[in-house]
């Protein structure tokens, strides 16, 4: 019986944090409304997935910049055959 005690004791704390986590789903509690969760949801995935290409399409211009910068400098370069000339 004493090892019962112990055990449950043991147990107590994560059956407690168990239940905080749920608590958003919790159909009980006021202003619970699971399509406007749902809906949060798939906004935040969206933003995410929208700022995700926003930081992809700055890193791809960024380097083309630098691309350009680099090819500017090549070709000012004292003794270089400029390519573009014929």
Known sequence: MKKWIIALAALLPFATLANRLN???DPN???YNPSQQRMQSQ???Q????QLK???DQQRQMQEQR???QQRVITTQP???NQNQN
């Open 47 to 50: 933003q995410q997935q929208q």
């Open 67 to 69: 691309n350009s910068a």
């Open 79 to 81: 003794g270089q055959q």
């Open 43 to 45: 906004m935040q995935a």
């Open 23 to 25: 608590s958003t789903n």
């Open 29 to 31: 509690r006021p202003g």
């Open 54 to 56: 926003l930081r992809q």
